[in-house]
Nanobody, 124 residues
């Protein structure tokens, strides 16, 4: 089994930055591509970004392109989401997800493991 633990969430003013981390433990050999999703109150979960197993290919949802950066350190079994120029509409619980396949996708159903989430609140 794989456990994913997110950290780094918090309260920040609009225009500010946060870096989320997601550490994988357990059977980490099963962890390949990883992604970040978010869910705002009253809304469905949405995909934010994904990164391939090797870390060379990244994908972003249009509203975060140019503001968010996904990266990973495989030696530490950790993936990051650097968020800059934050907006109130970025407020959500952010979830880390991992899948056994090497390529990232935008579909939550494609991911095999999920973290418990970390709250990000952006004040105006």
């Amino acid at each position: 089994q794989v456990q994913l633990v997110e950290s780094g969430g918090g309260l920040v003013q609009a225009g500010g930055s946060l870096r989320l981390s997601c550490a994988a433990s357990g059977r980490t050999s099963s962890v390949n591509a990883m992604g970040w999703f978010r869910q705002a109150p009253g809304k469905e979960r949405e995909w934010v970004a994904a990164i391939s197993g090797g870390g060379k290919i990244t994908y972003y949802e249009d509203s975060v392109k140019g503001r968010f950066t996904i990266s990973r350190e495989n030696a530490k079994n950790t993936v990051y989401l650097q968020m800059t120029s934050l907006k109130p509409e970025d407020t959500a619980v952010y979830y880390c997800a991992a899948r056994r396949a090497a390529w990232g996708t935008t579909r939550g159903d494609d991911y095999d493991y999920w973290g418990q989430g970390t709250q990000v609140t952006v004040s105006s």
